[in-house]
């Protein structure tokens, strides 16, 4: 039987690896997207109802955009539970300009009764978006493919993060519960 694990897990590799086809064992057909963005280094519809159209934003229009994406949970799986909330952590190159994001936030999940169990509601709260210059890109891959994935300690990732200043934002937001 599918968990929460499992659909958080999908939904990752849906989104990381554009894969919209995915994204129907992760999200049930009504599902309900809400985005709250506290930068304006990325945008997102604040709100997306039904599978179709979320699989259009977080992952269809998302990977036009972006590519060598890695997602990761900032907390251990969930078991059987109704309801997980975590930070998450995210880096990305942008196709077109090259330039290099690395963000952090929260999700706030809902999962469905049904057998198999779906997402029915997912909050992405977007803290903070940092864009580095392209030069970055390769120590930034580096470290993010060298994280667990796609449940990873915070304090792991933040102890290893690169040395740039620009990712200080990050890592203060990766430290905040420790």
Not at 54 to 67: N, W, Y
Not at 92 to 116: H, I, N
Request: charge should be negative; glycine fraction near 6%; hydrophobic fraction near 45%.
């Amino acid at each position: 039987m599918r968990t929460p694990a499992d659909i958080i897990a999908t939904y990752i590799r849906a989104k990381d690896g554009n894969r919209p086809h995915l994204m129907a064992e992760a999200f049930a057909e009504t599902a309900v997207l809400e985005m709250i963005v506290k930068t304006g280094a990325i945008s997102f519809p604040p709100r997306t109802i039904g599978l179709t159209s979320i699989a259009d934003v977080l992952v269809g229009r998302f990977g036009q955009t972006f590519e060598n994406v890695y997602t990761l949970c900032l907390a251990p799986p969930p078991a059987e539970v109704k309801a997980f909330d975590c930070d998450w952590l995210v880096g990305m190159s942008e196709k077109t300009s090259g330039a290099v994001l690395v963000g952090c936030g929260r999700y706030e999940w809902q999962f469905s009764e049904t057998d198999p169990p779906l997402a029915q509601r997912l909050v992405i709260t977007v803290e903070k978006m940092e864009v580095l210059p392209g030069t970055t890109l390769a120590p930034v891959m580096r470290w993010l493919s060298n994280l667990p994935y796609p449940w990873c300690p915070a304090e792991r990732a933040a102890a290893s993060t690169p040395d740039f200043t620009l990712l200080s934002t990050i890592v203060a937001f990766m430290d905040r519960r420790q």
